[in-house]
């Protein structure tokens, strides 16, 4: 099916030959026809489905012709799926002349205040909490909001969101449309879709239990104390091109970070307590190749969108199901095949069960023969526990990093992500592929 028989109009049409899709996706396909008839909408789409353009491509058409204001509000749990969110809205939007703005918390809000009140936006992409500030600060005006996202909505109120959404509801003038995407229903979230929405149409195409196809999954079992060691062996394999590991902590990627920075991979860590910049500058350098690996927090994996990752390594197994299904899809995004392994230490038995039941499958189990289950664990050097990136060890669904509510100190941190020495394919290991 093309684009073009999905009822789009030429404008929009064009940014989406400009971005290079061919097909629509079945999110696309599905969604597109009924937003574009003006309903309400609960999809239960993950990211990495197309979900995006599928909402992005029905508003920028239904937004044509209309007045110059702030028409269209979508809502972001993180920075990271704001802006890219933003840059996507950008693309599709090229040839219609409508206007594309992001604010966000944790960087300076005068430039966003000067780009609302003196440029304008038609389409604004916001976190709740900054948004709210801005609105207190009457720098914009939300009552002429005709159309409202609710992105990733399970995870805004997973955050704490819910009695922001609340608040800004509120603000909003009651007849719009508005359409709610999210990987599930928690009770906080029903409540905040029944004052949200009129009489929804719901899609549910790809529920959080079926990650995409193309990903092959695998667990590794190991002691923990040489989970360095294995990763370490991992990421010298030939196939393993770039790859995201997760930590449950920020306290422990910034350790991993750092070991694995010291063992001659290229590293950055990505979470939380980063600053916006050296955040983006982390996710560019992955993308250009300049680092091999990302050290992440799960906060930080709402959003991503790096092509070309080839392993997600979950170097701690996720407490919660959805959370590896979030993780696993930052690779093996539409069309494209990647791996994801899972470090499992004995420990972590039942929550890897938890994720199996919540699959409907078992993951297989594979060791490494090249890796000695029974050796010790290599010593890190004296004194690499005082570091560069520590910053606390509080996990990540207790930070907001919004409107100064519970901000993390920010000892004084290097903007450069780490940049080491990739390991050459001979060194010392035999080398199989995983
Ligand atoms: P999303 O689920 O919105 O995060 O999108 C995941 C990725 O798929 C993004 O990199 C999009 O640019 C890309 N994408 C979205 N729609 C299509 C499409 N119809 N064909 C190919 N790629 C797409």
Avoid: C
Wanted: proline share 9%; no cysteine; hydrophobic share 35%.
């Amino acid at each position: 099916m093309p684009f073009a028989s999905l009822g789009l109009p030429p404008s929009v049409l064009r940014g989406v030959r400009a971005a290079g899709y061919q097909q629509p996706t079945p999110i696309q396909q599905k969604a597109i026809p009924i937003i574009l008839e003006g309903h309400d909408l609960i999809g239960a789409a993950q990211t990495g489905t197309g979900k995006t353009a599928a909402f992005l491509l029905p508003l920028l058409a239904r937004m044509l012709d209309g007045p110059p204001w702030l028409r269209t509000l979508i809502l972001t749990p993180t920075r990271e799926l704001a802006a890219q969110v933003e840059t996507n809205a950008r693309d599709y939007a090229r040839f219609t002349g409508l206007r594309v703005g992001v604010v966000y918390g944790g960087v300076p809000i005068g430039p966003q205040e000067r780009m609302l009140r003196q440029e304008g936006v038609d389409l604004l992409v916001a976190t709740p909490g900054r948004l709210l500030d801005l609105h207190g600060r009457q720098s914009v005006s939300l009552e002429d909001i005709q159309y409202l996202v609710l992105d990733e909505a399970d995870r805004m109120v997973d955050m704490g969101f819910a009695p922001d959404l609340g608040r800004i509801l509120r603000l909003l003038p009651k007849k719009r449309q508005t359409l709610l995407f999210s990987a599930t229903m928690p009770p906080d979230l029903n409540k905040v879709a029944k004052d949200a929405l009129t009489d929804p149409r719901r899609l549910d195409l790809a529920p959080p239990s079926r990650p995409a196809a193309g990903i092959t999954q695998a667990v590794y079992p190991v002691p923990r104390a040489l989970k360095t060691d294995l990763l370490d062996l991992m990421l010298g394999q030939d196939e393993v091109g770039s790859a995201i590991v997760f930590t449950r902590t920020k306290h422990g990627a910034d350790r991993l970070a750092r070991q694995l920075q010291r063992r001659g991979h290229t590293v950055a860590p990505l979470h939380g307590n980063r600053t916006q910049s050296q955040r983006e500058r982390a996710l560019r350098d992955l993308k250009r190749g300049r680092i091999q690996v990302l050290v992440a927090t799960d906060i930080a994996s709402r959003g991503i969108d790096v092509d070309g990752i080839s392993h997600v390594i979950n170097f701690d197994v996720p407490h919660s199901p959805e959370d590896y299904v979030h993780r696993i899809g930052r690779t093996g995004r539409v069309d494209a095949v990647g791996d994801a392994f899972t470090l499992m230490g004995p420990e972590e038995q039942k929550d890897l069960t938890a994720i199996e039941r919540f699959l409907g499958r078992a993951i297989p189990r594979v060791t490494l023969p090249d890796f000695d289950y029974h050796r010790r664990p290599t010593p890190e050097p004296a004194g690499s526990r005082g570091d560069r990136f520590e910053r606390g060890e509080r996990g990540e669904r207790g930070e907001r990093g919004e409107r100064g509510r519970a901000p993390a100190p920010r000892p004084a941190a290097p903007s450069e992500p780490m940049h080491g020495r990739r390991p050459k394919p001979d060194e010392g290991r035999r080398r199989r592929r995983m």
